[in-house]
């Protein structure tokens, strides 16, 4: 899980180097799932909400 405060500090540089690690991640994890090596399925579920919190904090970065 991401930290909330330790996304705040980045520059939205470092903001979309996340979102595309975590992209990836996300990506995987579906794989995994896919062909039912996935065990631990509450990750496909916290990567996606991850993915939220980086698109959130990049659109108030931008209107900032």
């Known amino acids: ?5 330790d996304l705040r ?3 939205s540089a470092e903001l979309q180097d996340t ?3 975590l992209s990836k991640e996300q990506f995987s ?5 896919s ?3 996935l065990t ?3 990750l496909l579920k916290q990567v996606s909400r991850d993915i939220a919190r980086v698109k959130t904090l990049m659109s108030q ?3 900032s």
């Open 61 to 63: 970065q931008g209107r």
């Open 19 to 21: 979102l595309v690690e």
């Open 40 to 42: 631990q399925t509450h």
């Open 29 to 33: 994890l579906r794989m995994q799932k």
């Open 9 to 11: 500090s980045k520059t």
């Open 35 to 37: 062909i039912g090596q």
């Open 1 to 5: 899980m991401v930290n909330l405060e």
